[in-house]
């Protein structure tokens, strides 16, 4: 079965970085996209980017560019989201999710979200 | 960037009842990558519908998806008690992804 499971729940200072692993098992790694969605307390759900995991080809949610890289370790089936100079306001539970791209698009299976706490 | 507009905000129902939930987009959206996310407290968002009407695998029929352009719809037939939850739309267009604000439905 489809299984996207995320890494544990991180707490980092303001300014610092902080990077999200999500490792994919159940069905073929590079066929599929994985887009990276987070949410902040008690709020709704903002998309951050997206990856192909076939080419490494991604794609950033204009607000981030410049603060947001993803990657994929395709010998490991693991895409990683690093969010850098974190600020308070990147305080959210962080999603990964397999991104079905083509003729029509969606997220079909979703990790089990990572919190990242930002605070002094 | 087109904006979803997702109403009401919260809509209070009675098991058994129908609910019809609404997403207006601010420009045209391509039926094909709209969709439509449940979510319950502490859990991921669950694919509900996509392409605007198709059932996800696994997903009740009483879950129906319509509509085209601007306005899209969500509507589920007879409300279960596993079915209270906020809702979330979402489409692709002009390079990103963006949802809506989400409704929520609460027992009333």
């Known amino acids: 079965q489809v299984q996207l499971v995320q890494s544990g729940a991180e707490v980092k200072k303001p300014g610092a970085s902080v990077k999200v692993s999500c490792k994919a098992s159940g069905y073929t790694f590079t066929s599929y996209g994985i887009s990276w969605v987070r949410q902040a307390p008690g709020q709704g759900l903002e998309w951050m980017g997206w990856?192909?995991?076939?080419?490494?080809?991604?794609n950033y949610a204009q607000k981030l560019q410049g603060r947001v890289t993803m990657t994929t370790d395709t010998s490991t089936s693991t895409a990683y989201m690093e969010l850098r100079s974190l600020r308070s306001d990147d305080t959210a539970v962080y999603y990964c999710a397999r991104d079905v791209f083509g003729a029509t698009s969606y997220f079909d299976y979703w990790g089990q979200g990572t919190l990242v706490t930002v605070s002094s | 960037e087109i904006v979803l507009t997702q109403s009401p905000g919260t809509l209070s129902l009675s098991p058994g009842e129908r609910a019809t939930l609404s997403c207006r987009a601010s420009?045209?959206?391509?039926?094909?990558?709209l969709a439509w996310y449940q979510q319950k407290p502490g859990q991921a968002p669950r694919l509900l519908i996509y392409g605007a009407s198709s059932r996800a695998t696994g997903i009740p029929d009483r879950f129906s998806g319509s509509g085209s352009g601007t306005d899209f719809t969500l509507t589920i037939s007879r409300l279960e008690p596993e079915d209270f939850a906020v809702y979330y739309c979402?489409?692709?267009?002009?390079?990103?992804?963006?949802f809506g604000q989400g409704t929520k439905v609460e027992i009333k």
């Open positions: 420009q045209s959206v391509s039926s094909s990558y």
């Open positions: 990856i192909s995991a076939y080419n490494g080809n991604t």
């Open positions: 979402q489409q692709y267009g002009s390079s990103a992804w963006t």
